[in-house]
């Protein structure tokens, strides 16, 4: 085939193929297939919760506190009443919520600074990597009952909290990019046409070093909702009414003999969202790893 | 004709593990408007730091520039603000990469990558914009420019690649364009085509032009002043028409005796240089070049040749006459 005809083509298909490509790989990819579809399931669940939940979560009837399941309470009902069901469906807003608004802040963050210190380097750099050392070094429970409590508990500073302590890995994982992206000749032909540092750091730098970043945030997010029902099983988290899984899990705990599914059911779901996401991020990085190696192999 | 640059005593330095590299040593040349010239060498022999100094593009450290000047449009560049040499870049000289398929980012359109140097240098709305870069594109030969404006550099191939590169290169209209190697990624046939098209672009637009280039052909057709460099220092400067006719200092008549020709015998051996370029850490004493020259005196081994006029288009640095 001759060059004109090859080149006709391609540019219909031209901006959607990345997308494309990264999609089939994640339905091609079983595990990855089932992470999706759990998470679809999850957030279809957070959003229509009035419709979907039986009762009100936080109607009281305290006739019926610690009964197991049955037709009127398909999950029991918990030490005040509730229906557990209908707690297990408003939980997942909150973990959700959580998950999702605590990545991108500790994305933004961390992608900010590790962009910085990879583009400045030198004196930048150095303060910018011990400050995220440092950051790194505590662990992380034990930094978010920190912050937790000092900012009180609440949405808000919960989120405030888990974002400032996730922010790192993004942090080192983007610097990494932009050492070794930074060094390539579309830097250096950037550079020459004049563009400022601000332009560069964001305009070339960033969009390519955002492959790993979109990997490491699905991963993120699991661990997220795992902070945070870990933060509300130690009361930390949403105060109540609010539903919650880390706290039903907690209050459930105590009556494990009477009721098991009162802290087995959150339990479940906690672990089924980690689960989800760390499957898509596992199918994201299958996906988009060829085609950083095919990069690798131009530039070689 | 008015200088357009004027290079002055220019000297970079690498300063390495190993030690110090000396990747453009003590060189000083013009350039007049619209002229084009050809810095010709091997490999290594500082070429390329020399375009990257004139833009101050130098990776410091290891690199610095140690002195000497780079005078720009009565402008010393190498003294400007940051911003200010932000300004020129791309401006008013712009430069032109060795590997298009490197060059470009892979994830931005071409048409967004050549749009970048006005929207940062220009006070146009994007329409106007837009239309000069097609008008760029159609003007480098692209064809279906407007599609081609929305393609990737990967959807590209490397002879449209280079081509889209020549024209962000004369984007904003530039006194002088570099071009550094800009064909030795790309095969024999299309190298030919492109250079062409930067002839005629450079003409019509009035644009001076640097070809760093290892390629003598290259030079003897399209550059109207050549500079030979060996080793960070310029050893013959003179026009390309005089050069080719002849050529006075050693490294040249052995470069140019190591091209093959097509009017030559065929049976007839090329004669290559014999040796290795030097390790720039470890220069050899006196010129350079002496340990691979033929014409070795004594005083080569230790005295450096400055470059002294031979004629009024033609300057070597050499202590010996090869034509006696």
Redesign the interface.
């Known amino acids: 085939m001759s060059d004109e005809t090859i080149d006709q083509l391609q540019p219909q298909r031209a901006s959607r193929i990345g997308v494309w490509a990264v999609m089939k790989a994640i339905l091609k990819h079983k595990v990855s297939c089932v992470g999706v579809v759990i998470i679809i399931l999850l957030s279809l669940m957070a959003i229509f919760a009035p419709l979907i939940a039986p009762h009100d979560p936080n109607e009281q009837d305290l006739y019926h506190v610690l009964e197991n399941p049955s037709r009127k309470h398909l999950l029991g009902t918990d030490d005040v009443g509730r229906d557990l069901l209908s707690r297990v469906i408003y939980g997942s807003r909150i973990s959700l919520l959580v998950g999702v608004a605590a990545t991108i802040f500790a994305a933004v963050i961390g992608v900010i600074l590790g962009l910085i210190a990879g583009y400045k380097g030198g004196m930048v750099d150095m303060v910018i990597m011990r400050i995220t050392d440092t950051f790194m070094c505590i662990p992380g429970l034990i930094l978010l009952l920190v912050m937790a409590a000092a900012l009180g508990p609440g949405l808000h500073n919960i989120i405030i909290a888990i974002s400032l302590i996730g922010w790192t890995g993004f942090a080192r994982i983007i610097r990494g990019q932009v050492l070794m992206v930074r060094e390539l000749p579309y830097i250096e032909a950037a550079n020459a046409a004049g563009a400022s540092g601000f332009r560069i750091m964001f305009r070339h730098l960033l969009p390519n070093s955002l492959a790993p970043i979109i990997v490491a945030g699905s991963i993120t997010i699991g661990g997220v909702i795992m902070l945070e029902s870990a933060a509300a099983f130690l009361g930390l988290g949403v105060q109540p009414p609010t539903p919650s899984w880390g706290k039903a899990l907690r209050i459930g705990y105590s009556y494990l003999e009477v009721v098991p599914l009162f802290s087995i059911a959150p339990g479940l779901m906690i672990t089924l969202a980690i689960l989800a996401f760390n499957f898509l991020g596992d199918g994201l990085r299958d996906a988009l790893d060829p085609r950083l190696r095919g990069q690798g192999k131009k530039i070689e | 004709m008015s200088k357009l640059l004027e290079v002055k005593n220019l000297s970079t330095h690498f300063f390495t593990d190993d030690g110090l590299v000396k990747a453009v040593d003590n060189i000083s040349y013009s350039l007049n408007e619209g002229e084009t010239l050809g810095l010709v060498g091997e490999s290594g022999c500082g070429k390329s730091v020399n375009a990257l100094s004139l833009?101050r593009?130098i990776p410091n450290p290891p690199g610095k520039i140690v002195s000497g000047k780079v005078i720009f449009e009565d402008q010393n560049l190498l003294t400007l603000s940051e911003d200010d040499i932000?300004?020129?870049?791309?401006?008013r000289m712009?430069?032109i990469?060795?590997?298009p398929?490197?060059?470009?980012?892979?994830?931005?359109?071409i048409g967004r990558q050549l749009m970048?140097?006005m929207e940062?240098?220009r006070q146009m709305t994007r329409g106007e914009i837009q239309e000069r870069c097609l008008d760029l594109l159609k003007r480098v030969h692209i064809?279906?420019a407007p599609?081609?404006m929305?393609?990737?550099p990967h959807?590209?191939?490397g002879g449209?690649l280079q081509r889209a590169?020549i024209a962000?290169g004369l984007t904003c209209n530039p006194r002088l364009v570099i071009a550094d190697e800009p064909t030795t990624a790309l095969d024999v046939t299309i190298q030919a085509q492109l250079l062409e098209l930067m002839k005629d672009l450079t003409r019509e637009f009035g644009t001076a032009l640097i070809i760093i280039t290892h390629n003598l052909g290259i030079v003897a057709r399209y550059a109207d002043r050549v500079n030979v460099m060996y080793a960070g220092r310029i050893v013959e400067k003179s026009t390309a028409m005089d050069l080719y006719k002849n050529p006075r200092h050693p490294y040249t008549i052995g470069l140019m005796a190591s091209v093959p020709r097509l009017d030559q015998d065929m049976k007839k051996k090329l004669k290559p240089i014999e040796g290795q370029p030097p390790d720039l850490i470890h220069l050899p004493s006196g010129c350079s070049f002496h340990p691979r020259c033929s014409y070795r005196v004594e005083r080569c081994l230790n005295e450096t040749p400055e470059l002294k006029t031979v004629n009024e288009n033609h300057e070597i640095a050499c202590w010996v006459d090869v034509r006696t």
Do not use: D, K
Request: with cysteine; charged share 15%.
């Open positions: 833009l593009l932000c300004r020129i870049r791309g401006n712009a430069m990469f060795q590997e398929m490197t060059s470009l980012n892979p994830v931005m359109t970048e140097p940062i240098h064809p279906e599609t081609r929305n393609a990737y959807q590209f191939s449209m590169m962000m």
